[in-house]
Nanobody
Framework: QVQLVESGGGLVQAGGSLSVSCAAS????????MGWFRQAPGKERDFVAA????????YYSNDVRGRFTISKNTAKNTVYLQMNSLKPEDTAVYYC??????????????????WGQGTQVTVSS
């Protein structure tokens, strides 16, 4: 059983920075990708960023590319998301994900079988 536990998040003013992290546990933890999705109130859950677990390829949505950075520490089974130049539209619950992604569908909700409980990020204007 794989568990993902997010930490970090919180409230920040527009233009500020925030980071979130996600620690994975479980004897069967061997994903191909880990990443982050987010969901704002009344909206669908959207892809934010992903990283390959055994190599170091990173992927970003157009909305966050250049502002957010995903990284990992495989020894600690932890993935991080550093968020800079935050905007009010970045306000959402951020979910950590892990999975055996096939066919390059790292941007798809359906590609990930493991999800964290979510952590709130609020950006005030």
């Amino acid at each position: 059983q794989v568990q993902l536990v997010e930490s970090g998040g919180g409230l920040v003013q527009a233009g500020g920075s925030l980071s979130v992290s996600c620690a994975a546990s479980g004897s069967t933890f061997a994903p191909s990708h880990m990443g982050w999705f987010r969901q704002a109130p009344g909206k669908e859950r959207d892809f934010v960023a992903a990283i390959t677990w055994n190599t170091y390829f990173t992927y970003y949505s157009n909305d966050v590319r250049g502002r957010f950075t995903i990284s990992k520490n495989t020894a600690k089974n932890t993935v991080y998301l550093q968020m800079n130049s935050l905007k009010p539209e970045d306000t959402a619950v951020y979910y950590c994900v892990a999975g055996d992604v096939r066919g390059g569908a790292f941007y798809s909700v359906a590609a990930y079988e493991h999800w964290g409980q979510g952590t709130q990020v609020t950006v005030s204007s």
